[in-house]
């Protein structure tokens, strides 16, 4: 089985990252293959125009992913950039990183926060939490108040930082799991259950093995709503009245 | 790996039928072991006062059969019987078929209806839905008004009320996926899809797909808040000044 | 009119507590019968372990009060467990105290708090509020971090911390009511509501003016639903050709 | 114990049924104390003008009732005029007929439809049971498309009308209980209930049955917050720096 | 282009502070003219009595106004007291600062707080936006506790307390627009905004431009169903039979 | 003032019309300046794919619009595509008309409909209410089952379809008045409000009646959170350390 696992930025070191993540998460037998944009796509995604910018160069990869034989999707990036428009393009099922986690965290505990970079996603990861159903599970959005790519920089501090939160997403938020919302968190991510004593999830982890289930399973998008292949447009100007009136 | 499926009713026709589902939707390597309640655990789960009776002999299945190595469990009726209690007394994950399947669902569809055995079902599950976060994808709940048991006596019948329901879920509620509302309706799901041309999301084979994920993943439950094990109350009643103020 | 009046844990001096509470909050000519679960149903009901051990035994003894003459039922413990069960299997109206105690703090404020005992309770009432509707009328659940039973051991201890609470409620969460969230600490209610200066609502109280309003309106449990008697399914296995097709 | 129902239209005929249904609901030793609005107040409350025209008149009986003795009060119109101003102006428990039959069927029903008269009622009710936060558990408003005082006019027909609805909220909404959404529906209420094998709820018997449960109880609206007492402007003008900083 | 702008209060200083407010948000070509209550009506609007005794007399106004040529109506008190009548008596569309401010704050910032007057305003305010749909963007309500009529006493008192609590807004709440929640405020608005680097939104303001593009727009107050105009009742008690049978 | 109209399609007919219709609803000293996409811009934007492949062309648009002097600007496809991205990168107000269209519907109505064109886009407007907080005033959305380019290839027969869903949302819906859920049936809204009786919204006239309303008040997005500018990343590979700690 393979699952393809695309990183929407064009960071390639973050690429790497989430590649190493996504091989760990592989049960045997499942083929990851990781793949990340190029430049002029942006190195890193924080908020809507970041998005804007990334989905396409994405919706291209997941049509070729799948021509090549690639039977689901991963979205490598917490604010589930284009899923709507990614779930279109390809049969496979395609798994929002974010979704994912959500969707793990409310199978494991009552209660999550979760922590990202920069304050300015604090209002998307809610509005996502609350399409996906789990606004009431959602504790709270907590930032450590870094851009994407300084996760990177210094590890180290970002280590720090992120500790702090989820410490205090235990404590003070009463959370019972803690969501990285973030994936250039994903290595850290072990290491910080340990540390903070509470269960912290990671979007990639959680989105390539609910991939590899989905797949695996046989599922597929459903191509009979919002989710449909996009419209070949090439007939639209035809009139209707003689496409749907009987000649006479 | 071990998955636990347990049926919490009585049938041992139903528990056979949960059996050969769970084993086909396992992957390589996962081994599923299927178990059922014994009298006077009632034959079918309809209802509140059906799913109170099963939940306590469902608690000692899951600890016994999680002692002897399963690594996963899930709960093989679609009301999600005593789901929190559960995930008390274990540590591996426990996956409850209507949440699993509504997870599925909102994946690969943005818009579900259920169909169920009975009438009474219907705000059971309508509340399910409601508390999994997926109230706004559900279109609706149809019941075929079949009791669970009278699935097994007649099974072409209940194929034919089944299909006919699917399909007015896909043409009048504007329904993407149908989830069947009922374990005893797994073996019927592949050929009421290919005939209705909708997907259509059983649970019990969407339960084992995510108990092996979540299970393969290293995921267990939150021991933290809602979930933390049962206490022993045997200190409860020393006076607490004894055990928090200091002596003096 | 006579009103049961349950606790599902077996804790006998919760069960006299619970009494005189419940006598307290009669009216002239209400027959209060009150009556305790038997180990090994635990001794407290904290969280959802407890409550489904609580449950087989409640509903029996609900069935026979009814059949002796009982025309109302108040389960007292905050969690309501059973609740959808109970109102299977009798058919006077069934009260459980979180409900009743959101009901009477919603006619009489705009906005309460809740004050309980362990923060696992936390998510589990704030839930119940959910599904009651009163989520938006709910400020916060605070736990004074003792466990149920520890109420009785050491009763200055825990009126000094409920005290606490519910002056926090007041001024920091802006309540305008308190909710006693655990039927052992119902004897406290009055006095704390005088050194705090706010309402505080009492569930045992509030569930027997309840039972005691429904009951003696004439109001029954509806049975055409969700909440009809549990099903016999002695005849289910008949085929269902022969029940629904004319012969022929 | 004195509990004051209170008609805001100014129908002697509608304030006379009214008397009759509370008095009907009262236990023994509840004195029911029945009063109506006077003209120029609307003779029937159809829409938020005839609530606003009707409140202002309704708050002075109030105030003049609870000084007469009244520990309770009822207002007898299904919009619940005036609800949140006629808590700020007395101590005692302020009881709407549609909030009070919304309880009700809460506690013995899981879903509910309501049947008004005119249809420009529906969203009122709609918002009504969103704020009681009953939303989820309301099917479907329905309207007989009657005006208010044509139910007195031709109650044969009426009757006729209301059953019609009834059969059809039991039928096509699934609702197990409906409510009557109009104060001058009450006596219909049994004979409604008996003809279609349906709970039906009347809202002035329920709200007198919560009345005389609250202020039987003890219970007195909260004056911590929203319900406190009207404030008196008198000395507001008065420069806030000399009311709040020391002289200096 | 008429616009009326309308005080419910008696206030004379607060209908001068709001006309000045309301001409400066006018267009060119744009006619304003503001009036306020007379006393009786209360001089500050500080909960649901003083709401429902400015009601009547607005009604009035309004319907005068809109026989004398406004084609837009702007109720001018944060609570939008009596907005449901108001639309019912007029044709032009009515706009109250409350869902104004909301309206335009939703256009500009995905998360917003309200700074209004006294404590007992917060939940009011809470309850207008989460009927109007603002709830998952309505950060906190947050209150100076000063009364209506002490804004214009000392009005750099009243500015040194909005300040800090807009600054709370912006630090602490993650607000990323402020409103102002009370009339009184609207001429500190733009230095507010300025010293506190915030977007800061006043409602008379808001509601003024929304009042001019809606009637400048041609739109008019739905007539078909909740906004209707009020029903005249003379014929109501005209048997019905009459009306609709045929005779016969 | 300069209002900026962007048609994210390539259709130029459809521009035509958008143009002509936003000219319609300008004031006197508004300057309308209308824009289409140029292909590979799919020429009808039909579900996520479509509009992903529009948003990074638009977000060019709109910068070069500002610069050249747009104050405010329209998005005028009913999906509000890239709102969120479109609000970053400008400092003028961006209004998509289907916001624009429930903001004005929920001022004059308290319930509406929308028709649409194809059943796939009847989740995408669900969840844009939703989003939106205009989910509980939102009856259905209805689809004509026509292609976007459809209306234009034979506008007589679009308009019949129109017409009857529009009845059908006023008598079986309740709708109060009925949003015309695409930008290609503007011309239409008059006339089908005038022959069906019931107020019809057009999103691209209540767009631009709101962005001249905000631009001409003087309001700019909020650049403080969720819709501040782009970020610049060329320093985040800096190390954090030098960034944030004191050199040493």
Same mark, same amino acid.
């Given at each position: 089985m393979q699952i393809f696992v695309y990183n929407p930025n064009s960071s390639a070191e973050m690429t790497a990252l989430i590649a190493h993540t996504a091989q760990a998460a592989a049960s045997a037998g499942w083929h990851i293959r990781t793949q990340g944009a190029q430049?002029?796509?942006?190195?890193?995604?924080?908020?809507?125009? =970041? %998005?804007?910018?990334? @989905?396409?160069?994405?919706? #291209?990869?997941?049509?070729?992913? %799948?021509? %090549?034989?690639? $039977?689901?999707?991963?979205?490598?990036?917490? =604010? =589930?950039?284009?899923?709507?428009a990614a779930r279109e393009v390809v049969a496979g099922p395609v798994i929002g990183i974010a979704q994912a986690a959500m969707q793990v965290a409310s199978l494991i505990a009552s209660r999550f926060s979760v922590v990202t970079t920069l304050p300015r996603a604090i209002p998307i990861i809610e509005d996502l939490a609350r399409n996906y159903g789990a606004g009431h599970c959602l504790r709270r959005v907590r930032a450590v108040d870094l851009p994407v790519l300084a996760l990177e920089a210094d590890p180290a501090h970002a280590h720090h930082l992120l500790r702090q939160e989820i410490l205090a997403a235990k404590t003070q938020d009463g959370a019972e799991a803690v969501i990285l919302g973030c994936a250039g968190m994903s290595e850290?991510?072990?290491?910080?259950?340990?540390?903070?004593?509470?269960?912290?999830? #990671?979007? @990639?982890?959680?989105?390539?093995?609910?991939?590899?289930?989905?797949?695996?399973?046989?599922? $597929?998008?459903?191509?009979?709503? *919002?989710?449909?292949?996009?419209? =070949?447009?090439?007939? #639209?100007?035809?009139?209707?009245? $003689?496409?749907?009136?009987? *000649?006479?």
């Open positions: 430049p002029p796509v942006p190195p890193s995604i924080e908020g809507h125009h =970041d %998005e804007a910018l990334a @989905v396409p160069a994405m919706l #291209d990869a997941l049509r070729r992913a %799948e021509a %090549e034989g690639a $039977q689901a999707h991963v979205i490598a990036c917490f =604010d =589930d950039p284009g899923i709507g850290m991510c072990a290491r910080l259950s340990e540390e903070t004593g509470i269960a912290v999830i #990671d979007g @990639v982890h959680a989105a390539v093995r609910l991939a590899g289930a989905l797949a695996g399973g046989g599922y $597929q998008t459903a191509k009979t709503g *919002a989710y449909a292949w996009p419209r =070949d447009k090439s007939h #639209d100007l035809t009139p209707v009245a $003689q496409l749907r009136r009987p *000649a006479g």
